[in-house]
């Protein structure tokens, strides 16, 4: 039974920071996979926000966050991480991670990717 269990979500003041994590249960998150966080606002379109491809052999970050977000993964752990950082008021979204298998070529479509987690919701204000 395969899961993604996102969480880390909650409510900061503008110039705050949220770490979020990504728990793959009944999968391994191996560097023949990548992981992508999207987010989605209501009324917006779902979009991609960061990847990662190797196990952190290469990494995408959607212009928007580049210099303040950082995706790392902990493959002891089996978890991949969205270190968000002075989060402004337009970070406001549902968070999802992803993950796509043989996975050989970094993506950040959302077609791409077959698993998905619940989401987890962060809030700037």
């Known amino acids: 039974d395969v899961q993604l269990v996102e969480s880390g979500g909650g409510s900061v003041e503008v110039g705050g920071s949220l770490r979020l994590s990504c728990a793959g249960s009944g999968i391994i998150l191996s560097s023949a996979f990548c992981v992508g966080w999207f987010r989605q606002a209501p009324g917006k379109e779902r979009e991609g926000v960061a990847a990662i491809r190797n196990s952190g052999g290469e990494t995408w970050y959607a212009g928007s966050v580049k210099g303040r977000f950082t995706i790392s993964q902990d493959s002891a752990r089996n978890t991949v991480y969205l270190q968000m950082n002075n989060l402004q008021p337009e970070d406001t979204a549902t968070y999802y991670c992803?993950?796509?298998?043989?996975?050989?070529?970094?993506?950040?479509?959302?077609?791409?990717?077959?698993?998905w987690g619940q989401g987890t919701q962060v809030t700037v204000s």
């Open positions: 992803a993950a796509k298998k043989l996975c050989y070529r970094l993506t950040l479509r959302a077609s791409d990717f077959g698993y």
